[in-house]
């Protein structure tokens, strides 16, 4: 059983000469080498399903935080910072209701987080790879853009797509350029989706208003230039850190391997 932090590929799998399943506690599954595994018989499993409200939730909530600056509001009142009741022009942010979110990627946790943006009465835009078909955009009150034009026209841009090579800096410093001055990022997909580098010098710059981070290319280790700006929110890799969802996705991630020593078919197969 591994998580997205344990990287198993062939010397690895060199090393475990009787092994005959990796299951990965999570959706995404980079960090095995999947062809490796099959050239060598060993079936790979992955717990999809569990963890989309969850990891919806935390990208509303990052959403949310970067957009009404929480962060820092809350970092104000702890140093002692406080000193006026209420002023008219203190930490101004955005509104989130009858805004545009842009969505790229709209897999099972793009669409629950389009069902949330729903209730703020949000112009919904996404860029997928495969588009939905008419019935599912009506459902879920989308629209189908090119990803140029979701950059250029949303208020707030939310990534969910899986990392791979084909989405390494998925959105780097030419995509940041595209957005508005007033936009604010969300990516609590995969880090390495979104160029660290660009997007800490396009905050310092305030080429962009803020974002919301949850993953990084380099985990743990931050970008340091995160740190020393406040229009941006970090949290350590917790989408899916809710305590009933963590439980079924490793309780998931137990059958899925289970399954295949007992020598049955796993629910959930990568290979």
Request: glycine share 8%.
């Amino acid at each position: 059983m591994s998580t997205v932090m344990d990287r198993i590929d062939a010397t690895v799998m060199s090393a475990a000469a009787s092994l005959k399943v990796v299951s990965n506690i999570a959706v995404g599954y980079n960090n095995v080498d999947v062809a490796e595994a099959t050239r060598r018989g060993i079936r790979v499993t992955n717990t999809p399903g569990v963890l989309d409200d969850t990891t919806a939730d935390l990208a509303w909530a990052l959403l949310m935080a970067a957009a009404r600056r929480i962060a820092e509001g809350d970092a104000h009142v702890r140093a002692g910072d406080w000193k006026v009741a209420f002023s008219v022009q203190g930490f101004l942010g955005a509104d989130v209701h009858h805004a545009t979110l842009g969505i790229i990627g709209m897999g099972r946790i793009g669409q629950a987080i389009a069902r949330r943006a729903r209730g703020f009465d949000m112009r919904l835009t996404y860029h997928n790879r495969k588009r939905l078909d008419a019935a599912e955009e009506a459902r879920l009150g989308v629209q189908w853009v090119e990803r140029d034009q979701l950059l250029a026209q949303s208020d707030f841009v939310v990534v969910m797509v899986p990392y791979s090579p084909a989405t390494h800096h998925l959105i780097g410093a030419a995509e940041i350029a595209k957005m508005k001055p007033t936009a604010i990022l969300v990516n609590a997909a995969r880090g390495g989706v979104v160029d660290d580098a660009a997007l800490a010098q396009a905050l310092k710059e305030n080429r962009i208003a803020g974002a919301g981070l949850d993953v990084f290319e380099a985990e743990p280790q931050v970008h340091p230039g995160y740190l020393g700006i406040r229009n941006v929110v970090l949290t350590p890799h917790v989408g899916s850190a809710s305590r009933a969802t963590r439980l079924a996705m490793c309780q998931k991630a137990a059958d899925n391997l289970t399954a295949v020593l007992e020598g049955r078919e796993p629910a959930n197969p990568v290979n």
